[in-house]
């Protein structure tokens, strides 16, 4: 009977002694846990590389000069002209603009605020390409509208929105002082991510 009241302390010892160590549970506090879920769902900050170009407009090219802008070239040999890239990814519907290039054309019209894009063509191209610089990483120079430039990067096929079709026509009208035209439903169309770019500006 001794025996049995000293297993029955030692049980009921081991019982108290789980339950002093059990975690204790800290009320939730409703007010630190918004806080932090209004600091995750803030949107993201630009980088460093988008703050810094913004600070770095390029300056103005001289009648005859060639510049280069963004990365070197990495794909060796001359360029090809931008009329025949376009043609052979209308051609390939599987096209998937993964691959880079390097095309030569002509600089259209260049964004006149920080030269963040410009639109390339040649004679045998009807609708301009969009050139956007990768991860808004460089500008080019604004007074380069008519330049001779070859351009590397990604040309992909893409559809824009109403209201991006729309913000790049009020840009372009801007630009050439003219009402804007109206954007009406999406638009399916190419445009060019660039990694590298060299200009050459017209003599006077």
Known sequence: M???FVLI????MAVGCD???EEI?????LDDRIQRFEVYSEE??????AEEAEEELAEDMEPGETRHFGAEFTIEGEPVDLAEVLAAAAEDEEYAGDEPVKVAAQVHQVCKNKGCWFTLSTDAVDIPVRVRMLDYGF??????DGADVIVEGTLAR??????????????????????PEVVEGEQDTFEFTATGISMTLPEA
């Open 158 to 179: 893409t559809t824009i929105s109403e209201d991006m079709a729309q913000h790049y026509a009020d840009d372009v009208a801007a630009a050439e002082g003219v009402e």
């Open 139 to 144: 500008f080019v120079s604004r007074n380069t």
């Open 19 to 21: 339950a002093a160590e």
């Open 2 to 4: 001794k025996h049995l």
């Open 9 to 12: 302390l030692i049980a009921a």
């Open 25 to 29: 549970v800290e009320p939730i506090d």
């Open 44 to 49: 993201p900050a630009e980088t460093e590389e």
